[in-house]
């Protein structure tokens, strides 16, 4: 039998409804229908619904069914788009349609949403490596093109917003090298850049040499990261006009001279440095999370 859930359909929000128990103390007693949509107050009050019997399943209801339906209820009972159904009916058949949704369920459907507004997942990379960690992968994950539309969703969510680059003028004249990640903190962006490996397919220009194309925003640079055989993620070029150095673990030293560095963008989450970024992380009174508070971790 087919999962079935409750679903926001202008949230694009879902949430398990129990499958067999949903369908006969709600569905079979006329409380829900697929055909209209859902009166919250009505399921709240559905006594029979709450109260499942002793059982095999009373205690996957009673803790990781039950108590994220009322939350879920609660949280969107005013809205007129609450509805009931199984998978297909309320997210649609396409193969695609799971992209924009976001599961709330104990054992939830993997989508781009789950991976970064509940696990906080800030890159590709580390969606890769939880779903290689799961004794079940996503029924997608070995789809090529579905992958890769999952990823580039993923990618829109985490990464919208990344901040402008300083001139756009001067993206393009920076010269290759540049110090790889570092520093704590930024002062700003110089360019966004993807690197092309002949190597791995990308087009030979340069006699077998790696190269970079540079970019004014993350949203150029990643289009064509993924449109590129060969290309690396996009990274950010920075400068740091004062940074903070750690020549070896746990001992941090205030450098005020500028350096150029290639960041993982992710890095550009965390906090633009301000006049007391560095001296309030190096302070006596600074807290023991310091190091995240200036990865911008925590407030």
Not at 23 to 33: F, I, K, M, Y
Request: aromatic share 12%; net charge negative.
């Amino acid at each position: 039998m087919k999962s079935c859930y409750f679903a926001c359909m202008s949230c694009q929000t879902l949430v398990d409804a129990g499958a067999r128990w949903a369908t006969s103390t709600l569905e079979g007693n006329g409380v829900v229908s697929r055909s209209a949509p859902v009166d919250a107050a009505a399921v709240l009050a559905a006594r029979a619904y709450w109260e499942p019997g002793a059982d095999a399943t009373s205690d996957w209801l009673s803790l990781d069914v039950l108590p994220k339906v009322r939350a879920f209820l609660g949280e969107h009972a005013k809205h007129a788009s609450l509805r009931f159904g199984d998978e297909g009916e309320l997210m649609g058949a396409q193969d695609a349609a799971f992209l924009d949704w976001l599961d709330l369920s104990e054992a939830p459907i993997a989508t781009p949403r789950y991976f970064a507004e509940v696990l906080a997942l800030a890159s590709w990379a580390q969606v890769e490596e939880h779903v290689e960690s799961l004794a079940t992968q996503p029924w997608w994950w070995s789809l090529d093109e579905l992958k890769e539309l999952t990823r580039a969703r993923f990618n829109r969510l985490v990464n919208a917003g990344y901040p402008a680059v300083e001139s756009r003028s001067r993206v393009g004249s920076f010269p290759a090298e540049a110090k790889a990640g570092g520093g704590y903190v930024w002062d700003a962006v110089l360019e966004y850049r993807v690197w092309c490996h002949p190597e791995e397919g990308a087009a030979d220009l340069y006699k077998g040499e790696d190269y970079f194309y540079p970019f004014e925003t993350y949203e150029d640079a990643l289009a064509f990261s993924q449109a590129t055989k060969g290309s690396e993620e996009p990274l950010a070029l920075i400068r740091q006009d004062e940074y903070i150095d750690e020549p070896e673990p746990g001992r941090f030293i205030h450098v005020r001279q500028t350096r150029i560095a290639e960041w993982p963008v992710e890095f550009l989450n965390r906090p633009k440095r301000s006049k007391s970024t560095i001296p309030s992380f190096l302070s006596p009174n600074a807290p023991p999370n310091r190091l995240d508070i200036i990865r911008g971790l925590v407030k």
